[in-house]
């Protein structure tokens, strides 16, 4: 794929999509971490019906702390690995208080290194709660950089690389919620929904034809 249409691309699901934002609900950096940290194999949707009561008693580390183990998984047991991550959160909570004042910190090496947070989760946060142009590379950043050829690879490190490399600089912000927002409601795993997509034309996805002709007749058989 040249770089033109690479631009193209970008400048369309710009249009398309004029506010991109993590659909994960937070008031605060520290918020945003723990609900990230929570949504490793759960939905966002999932994650803020949770944190939407864990955020009412405790959005805080001291506060989050305070709950131990038992009340946090009370909060959070409707989530995958719900164990887990309350335990991650927990040490996560005592780091940050430890060694941060109680802040979430802003580079990568210190994000990396709170239990529970590994390179997608710290590409997250920094992108979205720092500005930083990085690119956290989840099922549907992966799926789409294949499928439409915008960053091809077999790992998720290689086509993080990719993006890195070859998305345009003044889309390099918003290329993250840009790309998830579109691969969550348009370029969907099972079946993209080609006909109604505004980057068709410029997508090398190679069965976009059937998928095309597979859109237009379920608009036809259910108007």
Do not use: W
Not at 25 to 34: D, G
Not at 153 to 179: C, R, S
Not at 183 to 204: F, H, N, S, V, W
């Amino acid at each position: 794929m040249n770089a033109e249409k690479r631009f193209q691309i970008f400048k369309r699901l710009s249009v398309a999509i004029p506010d991109p934002t993590t659909e994960l609900n937070h008031k605060s950096t520290f918020e945003l971490l723990i609900a990230v940290i929570l949504s490793a194999q759960a939905t966002d949707k999932g994650v803020n019906l949770a944190t939407n009561k864990l955020f009412a008693v405790a959005n805080t580390p001291e506060s989050i702390l305070a709950l131990g183990i038992h009340g946090l998984e009370a909060y959070i047991k409707s989530i995958g690995l719900y164990h887990a991550k309350a335990k991650n959160m927990l040490a996560t909570c005592q780091q940050l208080m430890s060694q941060h004042q109680s802040q979430v910190p802003n580079t990568r090496a210190a994000l990396e290194a709170l239990p529970g947070v590994g390179r997608k989760t710290a590409n997250v946060i920094l992108n979205t709660a720092f500005g930083e142009p990085t690119i956290a590379v989840d099922t549907h950043l992966f799926r789409l950089g294949n499928r439409i050829k915008l960053a091809t690879g077999k790992t998720v490190l290689e086509v993080e690389k990719k993006y890195l490399k070859t998305i345009p600089a003044e889309f390099m912000k918003d290329a993250h919620h840009l790309l998830i927002l579109h691969g969550r409601y348009t370029c969907t795993a099972r079946k993209p929904k080609c006909g109604q997509c505004c980057i068709e034309d410029l997508c090398e996805y190679q069965a976009k034809e059937y998928a095309t002709v597979s859109a237009q007749t379920n608009t036809l058989n259910h108007p």
